[in-house]
């Protein structure tokens, strides 16, 4: 196996303002070539930490290497080797689109005829090349983001950074975008680092997520890793849509002050499930049922021996035709495989029991 090349490592960095950490002691290696995803709540410090590698903001505390080089010290932004793309493009609206592109380069004191050939080169790997001669108030939302991802990737850069680049375009438009971007990153094979608060954003796009919150790291793997086995509480229900149910357990196989967590698409009626398959069943009290077109969100509570009173959620596709009454008790499970364990005071995640 090759060893795994590090485009982007950051040691113990932290950045304080007065007493609040904004980011708190944060390590993370970023593989050459990957698109590494920041996913976190408003304020959980993901921006601060993509402004302290791209030089925009200095580190209290800690380092930062890009391609193997420590670059927090004294190394300005335009020597880093990075190019940024922020959620506003930040494009000039007198300059045409070949011209927003081609700024940087002139800037650096490229040639002329290099410029043309790289603006050119770079549009047309965007579909951009037919736009060349507009300015940017006749774009679309979308056609201003591959415009301001042009300009970023003529610079050549070793390491792209993009600050939530697709939150001003609508839902459908931003399905197309992250499509183009995971195969634009795909095709160049740059190390990305990638800001969002959209979980959909971060499970779609990332080849690994980083979620964050008040400043740390909680976790980081790839989407499937984070989804299916959350290190916490934290993890467990900010990833996930709806999030994960979280049900006390009274039961004395189990340490005081655990919780039970499984998603709701793991909820079931117990009909669902082929005889002799290990479940956990639960009495559910259903209260509401949503019709979603492809799924059904299904309300209620849990409480019974064994179980703290709990409000739980089922998500269960449209084609599941069992019918659901509101207002009935009816018998819910989930599989043993699917259950996960929590320390209700730390929200850590516990080992499995064989559960009440």
């Known amino acids: 196996m090759d060893p795994i090349v590090v485009g982007v490592e950051l040691r113990n960095l932290s950045r304080r303002f007065g007493d609040f950490h904004a980011v708190d002691g944060v390590d993370l290696s970023i593989r050459e070539g990957e698109l590494l995803v920041l996913l976190g709540p408003s304020g959980c410090g993901k921006t601060t930490l993509l402004r302290m590698i791209a030089g925009l903001e200095r580190p209290t505390s800690g380092e930062i290497f890009i391609g193997g080089e420590r670059v927090d010290a004294d190394v300005p932004p335009r020597a880093r080797g990075i190019a940024m793309v922020f959620q506003s493009y930040a494009l000039y609206p007198h ?7 081609a700024f940087p380069l002139e800037a650096s004191g490229m040639p002329r005829s290099q410029i043309a050939d790289k603006v050119r080169w ?3 790997m965007f579909g951009i090349a037919r736009y060349l001669e507009r300015y940017p108030r006749q774009l679309s939302g979308g056609e201003r983001q591959r415009v301001a991802l042009c300009r970023a990737l003529v610079r050549d850069p070793k390491v792209f950074l993009l600050d939530e680049p697709l939150a001003n375009l609508d839902a459908k438009l ?19 680092v990638y800001v969002t608060h959209d979980q959909v954003e971060a499970m779609g796009l990332g080849d690994r997520i980083a979620v964050m919150d008040h400043g ?3 976790q980081i793997g790839t989407p499937q890793e984070v989804y299916e086995d959350p290190v916490d509480t934290f993890v467990a229900t900010f990833v996930g849509q709806p999030p994960m149910n979280l049900v006390e357990v009274r039961d004395p196989a189990l340490p005081p002050g655990t919780l ?11 009909g669902h499930f082929a005889s002799g398959e290990p479940t956990q069943v639960f009495c559910f009290a259903v209260r509401r049922v949503e019709y979603l077109g492809s799924d059904r969100y299904v309300y209620g509570s849990v409480a019974e021996q064994g179980f703290g009173e709990a409000t739980v959620i089922a998500k269960l596709p449209a084609i599941v035709a069992t ?4 207002g009935e008790a009816l018998e819910f499970a989930v599989p043993r495989k699917a259950l996960r364990y929590f320390d209700a005071a730390t929200g850590a995640r516990r080992e499995g029991g064989r559960g009440p």
């Open 216 to 218: 740390k790291v909680r």
């Open 122 to 124: 770079a549009a047309e």
């Open 174 to 192: 931003r399905n197309t975008a992250r499509d183009e971007l995971k195969r634009f990153q795909r095709r160049i094979q740059r190390t990305t």
């Open 95 to 101: 300059r045409t689109v070949a011209q927003n592109i």
């Open 323 to 326: 019918p659901i009454p509101e």
């Open 260 to 270: 039970l967590g499984f998603r709701p698409e793991h909820f079931l009626p117990q």
